[in-house]
């Protein structure tokens, strides 16, 4: 029986998918930019923390085809990202969501016991509310990295006139290295994402699309792990709800 | 239900790869318009934060680059003033002035002189620092006599007719120099002998080296690099 709620407002659909496209045009741009001079340390320098210091990201990951259209794009769709980013983060204040993933007490013992049930040292899936405690955290982490890479971002576009930027990361070499770090965590943080939802979660595709959500379907109903359509029929749910293929 | 997941599936992974694609091409003609209005739009804001009040600090103990600082020309060798060729090395100050100047490195050097620590930011991504000895260019404009007609500067050498125009907000920044000495010595040919300019404010690439022109207008005339789709404005 389809347990059917509403799960995310036209504005969290709305300005997830816009922000897809808004980190693939940054993302893909700002490698690009990188590639320029793939390293972080001054001429005559060394900066031992970059183990890949000089080895550029592979161009077909990039995006802008040279330094100078790369520019271009990332400073053109930077706006896309901010605009989109304040939207987002202005619904989440005003209209309460932001209680759905800012960490509160308890989460890092829930993120432990959800952590357990992925590696099946824990048979039932922990109880959750709109997001399990793993999921919650990455959510939340999202938009703090989205913050730390406009900051750095700006230190590094205007490190003389907007220079008090710039000091809030040391110098420019370290804003530099901070902005680049953040990226690869919002890359990596967003391929996990999409991993969990496509082997944990894809009917939550529906809900981040049309905001409808099949309760009746969720990971702890269907007590799914990673893959758990490969790792043969779930046992039956806490919830009572029969066990979906 | 399922139908339109899968519908939904195959248009947005057609769709994303669709502007991947458009992306990757360098010159895409359907965003190409909005690419430059993103830039005209850049520029005024670029221009709205813009004080002559914000500095380039560089603290009094950072190294320099010294020997590491990298040199950069776009003639096939290094461009050495040819004196027995060209004559005496002179800096033409013309255009929208009361008094265009043509200044030996002598005449040069006998100008107020400041010398600076700071850095220079490459549009590559590296940043470099020296210290630069020279004349503001304001101190220069001011000398002149430059008009009210000048609302562009540009800065032309003998790199095989490099040359980048500035707004002449950022070319009477403080800090924007026509630097004749680097750490302590006179420039050499490998960093732009025997001036060039050098300011933090701007990027490396509107910084022309082997500077033999200032002309002050009220237009602005593009360079080497923006010409080639570099944004002109380059501030940093």
């Given amino acids: 029986m389809a347990v059917l709620v509403k799960r995310n407002h036209w504005v969290v659909r709305l300005t997830h998918w816009v922000n897809v496209v808004a980190v693939i045009l940054m993302a893909g741009s700002g490698m690009r930019i990188f590639n320029a001079h793939p390293a972080f340390a001054r001429p005559g320098e060394t900066f031992p923390l970059n183990p890949w210091e000089g080895k550029a990201i592979p161009a077909s990951l990039t995006l802008g085809g040279w330094l100078a259209g790369a520019r271009h794009w990332h400073f053109a769709a930077m706006w896309l990202l901010v605009a989109n980013g304040l939207l987002y983060l202005g619904f989440l204040f005003f209209h309460g969501e932001w209680r759905d993933i800012v960490p509160r007490r308890g989460d890092a013992r829930d993120a432990v016991e959800m952590l357990k049930f992925y590696l099946f040292a824990r048979r039932d899936h922990p109880h959750q509310g709109k997001h399990n405690a793993l999921q919650k955290s990455a959510y939340f982490a999202m938009p703090v990295l989205g913050v730390v890479l406009v900051l750095s971002g700006l230190a590094i576009w205007k490190p003389v006139t907007l220079w008090f930027f710039t000091a809030l990361f040391v110098n420019y070499k370290w804003a530099r290295f901070v902005h680049f770090l953040a990226m690869a965590l919002l890359l990596l943080l967003a391929l996990v994402h999409v991993f969990m939802v496509f082997t944990v979660d894809p009917y939550s595709l529906r809900a981040i699309i049309t905001g409808w959500y099949d309760r009746a379907r969720s990971p702890e109903a269907r007590n799914a792990r990673p893959f758990y359509h490969v790792f043969g029929a779930p046992p039956s749910s806490p919830s009572g709800e029969p066990p979906r293929p | ?236």
């Fill in chain 2, 1 to 236: 239900m399922t139908l339109d997941r899968r519908r939904f599936l195959r248009i947005s992974a057609a769709s994303i790869t669709g502007s991947l694609l458009a992306a990757c091409d360098k010159n895409p003609k359907s965003v190409q318009p909005l690419l430059n209005l993103a830039e005209r739009g850049n520029q005024r804001v670029e221009e709205g934060l813009f004080r002559h009040t914000a500095m380039n600090l560089v603290g009094a103990n950072a190294p320099v680059a010294g020997r590491s600082f990298p040199k950069y020309f776009v003639s096939p060798r290094v461009p050495v003033w040819d004196t027995a060729l060209n004559g005496v090395w002179r800096l033409e100050v013309s255009g929208a002035v009361r008094r265009p100047l043509s200044l030996t490195l002598d005449d040069l050097m006998k100008l107020p002189r400041v010398t600076q620590k700071v850095d220079h930011f490459c549009v590559e991504g590296w940043n470099a620092r020296a210290t630069w000895s020279g004349v503001r260019v304001s101190d220069l404009a001011r000398a002149a006599g430059a008009t009210d007609d000048a609302q562009y500067v540009d800065f032309a050498g003998f790199d095989k007719g490099y040359h980048e125009s500035w707004d002449m907000k950022s070319a009477m920044h403080p800090q924007t120099l026509i630097a004749y000495g680097m750490d302590g010595y006179l420039l050499t040919p490998a960093h732009g002998a025997p001036a060039r300019l050098h300011s933090p404010v701007k990027l490396g690439y509107k910084n022309t080296k082997y500077l033999t022109r200032v002309v002050f207008m009220p237009v602005r005339n593009g360079g080497y690099w923006s010409d080639q789709g570099y944004e002109w404005y380059g501030g940093t």
